[in-house]
Nanobody, 120 residues
Framework: QVQLLESGGGLVQAGGSLRLSCTASGKISSINVMGWYRQAPGKQRELVAEITRGTPTYDDSVKGRFTISSDNGRKAVLLQMNSLQPEDTAVYYC???????????????WGRGTQVTVSS
């Protein structure tokens, strides 16, 4: 069984910074893609950033402000968020795809989400 454990959300003023962390637990051999999605009230869940074998991809709305990085040894992904704006307010979800464990392969896993609130 695979679990994604998130931390680092909170309340920050506009222009501030937060760092989100997500660690995958379980006897995992490899993960193909790890990333972050977000869902604001009344909106669909959207991709924020993901990293595939060390190569990052960003949504245009966060380019230049957010940085995603991974630690393959710990099966973890970090999202450094700078210059936060009120429109970044959302629940942020960790995502992993292409997970290989000692007993099974999993197509996708999600974390439970962590709230990020940016005040103006």
């Amino acid at each position: 069984q695979v679990q994604l454990l998130e931390s680092g959300g909170g309340l920050v003023q506009a222009g501030g910074s937060l760092r989100l962390s997500c660690t995958a637990s379980g006897k995992i051999s490899s993960i193909n893609v790890m990333g972050w999605y977000r869902q604001a009230p009344g909106k669909q869940r959207e991709l924020v950033a993901e990293i595939t074998r060390g190569t990052p991809t960003y949504d245009d709305s966060v380019k230049g402000r957010f940085t995603i990085s991974s630690d393959n040894g710990r099966k973890a992904v970090l999202l450094q968020m700078n210059s936060l704006q009120p429109e970044d307010t959302a629940v942020y979800y960790c995502n992993a795809q292409g997970i290989i464990t000692d007993k099974a392969n999993y197509g996708e896993a999600w974390g439970r989400g962590t709230q990020v609130t940016v005040s103006s």
